[in-house]
């Protein structure tokens, strides 16, 4: 038994721990998702901001960003890169090495945010969008920190307490532009990100527990039995007397010929019998055996399974069913 329940106490701390596990792994999934939606609507909108580069006239924009922007770049790591302008040559050094288009994009991000500055509510739709994509439903919001201004989506810089704050982006090449987006889902998205296999684990899992936790035994009225007989527990030394386990208070004499009664049970004992053992030479025996005898009566009345039967004209017997 000790066995038993050491293997359903670990089985238990098994599933919550499979459980927690499963919640954890799923949560990081979200959370991956949610970062990759983000990098996503901040791709669509500079793709978009960058085709006002080609509706507007090179010589409405300043620094001649046009030709800049939307010439081919070479995949090949660069420790700083220069933009020629009317004004002069600007170079822009980078801590590490990276790649020529990454440099472009920063730079060109940066000349945008003059002409053409990012739009929080538009990253917010385009954000939102993705991640029904990806069945998130989800509450979201856009922060853009420009210098020291901060522009929220829909101008609501409340963020619930829960919600997920992704990395903050850093979007132009001096570094002055970030953005960040907040995502609050609910725990039924927890539970349809949850990866299938371990669905199957906890089926499997809760099936062993079920196996192996101790079941109710069926109550006996349940299945058409009669109850389990508990027997009458006489003690003559202590007085004592138990019916199906239930202490009753009872006389010392009306103990002893309850005793001789239970033990010829269906048996009739005579009154001339009873007479002999208890009063011998009293001539008021009837009247006694009688009494004691409606007495024993009366402390098995709330015990039907006893009954103290009287043959008339010959003695008593005790039945128990």
């Known amino acids: 038994m000790e066995n038993r329940n050491f293997i359903r106490m670990v089985g238990v701390m098994l599933l919550f721990c499979v459980v927690a596990a499963a919640f954890h792994g799923s949560q990081k999934r979200i959370e991956t998702i949610i970062d990759d939606s983000f990098k996503y609507a901040i791709e669509q909108d500079y793709q978009n901001r960058k085709l006002y580069l080609v509706r507007k006239s090179a010589n409405r924009i300043r620094y001649g960003v046009r030709d800049y922007a939307l010439s081919p770049s070479f995949s090949q790591k660069i420790s700083s890169y220069s933009l020629r302008t009317t004004k002069g040559v600007f170079t822009y050094q980078f801590k590490d090495s990276i790649y020529e288009e990454t440099a472009k994009r920063l730079l060109t991000?940066?000349?945008?945010?003059?002409?053409?500055?990012?739009?929080?509510?538009?990253?917010?739709?385009?954000?939102?969008?993705?991640?029904?994509?990806?069945?998130?439903e989800a509450q979201v919001g856009v922060l853009c920190l420009r210098d020291t201004m901060q522009y929220w989506s829909d101008a609501d810089s409340i963020v619930p307490k829960e919600a997920y704050s992704t990395p903050r982006q850093v979007l132009d090449i001096t570094g002055k532009i970030k953005v960040q987006a907040w995502a609050d889902y609910s725990l039924g998205t927890l539970w349809a990100h949850l990866d299938p296999v371990v669905y199957i684990f906890l089926l499997l899992l809760i099936g062993v527990l079920m196996w192996i936790w101790p079941r109710r035994k069926p109550q006996l009225e349940e299945v058409g039995e009669e109850q389990p007989v508990e027997e009458l527990l006489i003690d003559l030394e202590k007085n004592e007397l138990s019916v199906d386990g239930v202490p009753c208070v009872i006389a010392k004499l009306d103990l002893a010929l309850l005793a001789l009664l239970y033990e010829r049970q269906g048996e009739c004992v005579s009154r001339e019998e009873i007479k002999q053992q208890f009063w011998p030479l009293d001539d008021n025996a009837d009247e006694k055996i009688h009494a004691h005898i409606k007495t024993i009566r009366k402390i098995l009345k709330d015990f039907p399974r006893y009954q103290l039967v009287t043959v008339r004209g010959k003695g008593y017997y005790l039945e128990c069913t």
């Open 109 to 136: 991000q940066h000349l945008l945010d003059e002409v053409n500055p990012l739009n929080v509510n538009q990253v917010k739709t385009f954000f939102q969008e993705r991640l029904k994509q990806k069945d998130i």
